[in-house]
C-alpha cells in the first residue's frame, strides 16, 4: 500500500512540474503566444478615424488582460497623440479585438509599451 502511495505522491509531484515548465515556456516567449497586430482607417487630410488593436492568444491560458499605446506621429517627427486600448479576459485559442478613437493629426503611428497581465501565468 506504501507503494501505490509513493507511486501516486509522484505521479502528481511529475505532472506539477510538467504543468509549471509549459507555463514557463509561454513566460519566457509570451510575445509568441500573444500576438498584437493593428490596423488604421486614414483620413483623406491626414491623422486617422479609428485604430483597431486585435490580440490574438495562441496559448492555452487565460490573458486577463493586454494594455498598448498607440502612439500617433506628426509629419516633422514630434509626438501629436498617445490613445490607450485595453482588451480583457482573452481565452486561450482565441482572438479579440477593440477599436479606438484616431486622432486629427498625425502620418504615421506605432505600438508603444504593451503589458500583459495574467494570473495564471504569474506575470
Keep these: 500500500m506504501e507503494d501505490a502511495d509513493a507511486y501516486i505522491k509522484a505521479e502528481d509531484e511529475r505532472r ?4 509549471e515548465t509549459k507555463k514557463e515556456v509561454v513566460r519566457d516567449n509570451i510575445n509568441t503566444y500573444v ?7 486614414p483620413k483623406n ?5 479609428w485604430f483597431s488593436v486585435t490580440i490574438e492568444n495562441k496559448s492555452d491560458y487565460l490573458i486577463d488582460q493586454y494594455s498598448v ?3 500617433v506621429w506628426q509629419e516633422n517627427g514630434a509626438l501629436y497623440r498617445t490613445n490607450k486600448a485595453e482588451i480583457y479576459n482573452i ?3 482565441t482572438r479579440k479585438r477593440v477599436k479606438v478613437d ?3 493629426r498625425g502620418s ?4 508603444y509599451r504593451p503589458r500583459i497581465r ?5 506575470l
Design 16 to 19: 506539477r512540474v510538467e504543468r
Design 35 to 41: 500576438v498584437l497586430t493593428g490596423r488604421s482607417s
Design 45 to 49: 487630410l491626414g491623422g486617422y478615424n
Design 69 to 71: 499605446q498607440i502612439q
Design 91 to 93: 481565452m486561450p485559442h
Design 102 to 104: 484616431g486622432s486629427g
Design 108 to 111: 504615421k503611428w506605432n505600438f
Design 118 to 122: 495574467s494570473e495564471t501565468l504569474g
